[in-house]
């Protein structure tokens, strides 16, 4: 059964840094890409940032607003993906989610509170 599970939210204050992770479990983790989602309240959930499996070379690619301040990454050993998140904004204020593309599969989320 596939499995992915969220932690490392919290609440930071404007400029700070946090790492979310998202533990994976049921499937051949290296084999597949993974995708961090957000959803902020009132707004549609959108693409945070995505790497591709380890076959593919674990390329990156980021959303606009998030490129040069988030970084993905994957350790397959650990079957776990990341989003380091620095340089923190009020607008970073969402929910969290993990997600693999292939499998349509999605964790629960982890929220994420930019605030002074």
């Known amino acids: 059964q596939v499995k992915l599970v969220e932690s490392g939210g919290g609440l930071v204050q404007p400029g700070g840094s946090l790492r979310l992770s998202c533990a994976a479990s049921?499937?051949?983790?290296?084999?597949?890409?993974m995708r961090w989602y957000r959803q902020a309240p009132g707004k549609e959930r959108e693409l945070v940032a995505g790497?591709?499996?380890?076959?593919?070379?674990?390329?990156?690619n980021y959303a606009g607003s998030v490129k040069g301040r988030f970084t993905i990454s994957r350790d397959n050993a650990k079957t776990t993906v990341y989003l380091q998140m620095n340089s923190l904004k009020p607008e970073d204020t969402a929910v969290y989610y993990c997600?693999?593309?292939?499998?349509?599969?999605w964790g629960q989320g982890t929220q994420v509170t930019v605030s002074s």
């Open positions: 997600y693999a593309p292939l499998l349509n599969s």
């Open positions: 049921g499937f051949t983790f290296s084999r597949y890409s």
């Open positions: 790497i591709t499996s380890a076959n593919s070379g674990s390329s990156t």
